[in-house]
Nanobody, 120 residues
Framework: QVQLVESGGGLVQPGGSLRLSCAAS????????MGWYRQAPGKERELVAI???????NYADSVKGRFIISRDNAKNTVYLQMNSLNAEDTAVYYC??????????????WGQGTQVTVSP
């Protein structure tokens, strides 16, 4: 049915930048909210940023002013521009989308996760 594929993770030095992307594929009618979450070892998964279909955004306090979430509806893609990265940002990042498709009226889908490591 619907698949979310992430890309853009990797190793970066403190102060560096990365841009994550997540593209949905399948028989999609529409996508409502799109978001990014992250999970560090031994910690719970936490919300990083979310963007609604109308473009309204919300960010975790820890990333405000550094991260920017955006979306391209024509490509069914959500992006996360991450700037001024620090060690605290090290985690596996997951995208999430609320999707209406031929298989389900409304369902949440997760990407496979992409590792972001910030280290000297």
């Amino acid at each position: 049915q619907v698949q979310l594929v992430e890309s853009g993770g990797g190793l970066v030095q403190p102060g560096g930048s990365l841009r994550l992307s997540c593209a949905a594929s399948g028989s999609i009618f529409s996508i409502n909210a799109m978001g990014w979450y992250r999970q560090a070892p031994g910690k719970e998964r936490e919300l990083v940023a979310i963007i609604t279909s109308g473009g309204s955004t919300n960010y975790a306090d820890s990333v405000k002013g550094r991260f920017i979430i955006s979306r391209d509806n024509a490509k069914n893609t959500v992006y996360l521009q991450m700037n001024s990265l620090n060690a605290e940002d090290t985690a596996v990042y997951y995208c999430n989308m609320n999707v209406a498709s031929t298989w389900s009226y409304r369902a949440n889908y997760w990407g496979q996760g992409t590792q972001v490591t910030v280290s000297p």
